[in-house]
């Protein structure tokens, strides 16, 4: 299950939440291309949140900011591109063909879950 009650209720990020729930449900009901795609949604859905403009990069560059600024941002920069690029292999048929499996979906979602933890903030 997909502990979002852990996540602040910053509107900026409800979709984002709404989207990493349905990662969850495509998760429960096996699928796993969909999982990926809904979590790299959910970084698109929370830059746009956060950002609110119309320039992705920038909006990005905002929502990465709010780890801190810095080096901190800037490693946690790479940590979304790379898993953004995992996610990637969701949305498009590949030659040759790759397979995604549960593992697969379930590390997506977790990954996701813990950087939007980080960028979220916690409910104390």
Same mark, same amino acid.
């Given at each position: 299950?997909?502990?979002?009650? *852990?996540?602040?209720?910053?509107?900026? %990020?409800? &979709?984002?939440?709404?989207?990493?729930?349905? =990662? $969850?449900? &495509? #998760? %429960?009901?096996? *699928?796993?291309?969909?999982?990926?795609? +809904? !979590?790299? $949604?959910?970084?698109?859905?929370?830059?746009?949140?956060?950002? $609110?403009?119309?320039?992705?990069?920038?909006?990005?560059?905002?929502?990465? *900011? @709010? =780890?801190?600024?810095?080096?901190?941002?800037?490693?946690? +920069?790479?940590?979304?591109?790379? #898993?953004?690029?995992?996610?990637?292999?969701?949305?498009?048929?590949?030659?040759?063909?790759?397979?995604?499996?549960?593992? *697969?979906?379930? =590390?997506?979602? &977790? !990954?996701?879950?813990?950087?939007? =933890?980080? #960028?979220?903030? @916690?409910?104390?």
């Amino acid at each position: 299950e997909v502990p979002t009650e *852990d996540f602040s209720s910053d509107p900026d %990020l409800k &979709r984002s939440i709404e989207l990493l729930r349905e =990662a $969850q449900n &495509r #998760l %429960l009901g096996g *699928d796993w291309l969909g999982v990926l795609q +809904n !979590c790299r $949604q959910a970084f698109e859905a929370a830059a746009a949140g956060i950002g $609110q403009t119309e320039n992705k990069k920038s909006n990005f560059q905002k929502l990465i *900011d @709010r =780890a801190g600024g810095g080096p901190k941002s800037e490693n946690l +920069n790479g940590l979304v591109k790379s #898993l953004s690029a995992f996610c990637q292999l969701g949305r498009h048929e590949e030659f040759p063909t790759v397979h995604i499996t549960r593992e *697969d979906a379930r =590390a997506a979602l &977790r !990954c996701s879950l813990s950087i939007f =933890a980080l #960028l979220g903030g @916690r409910v104390d």
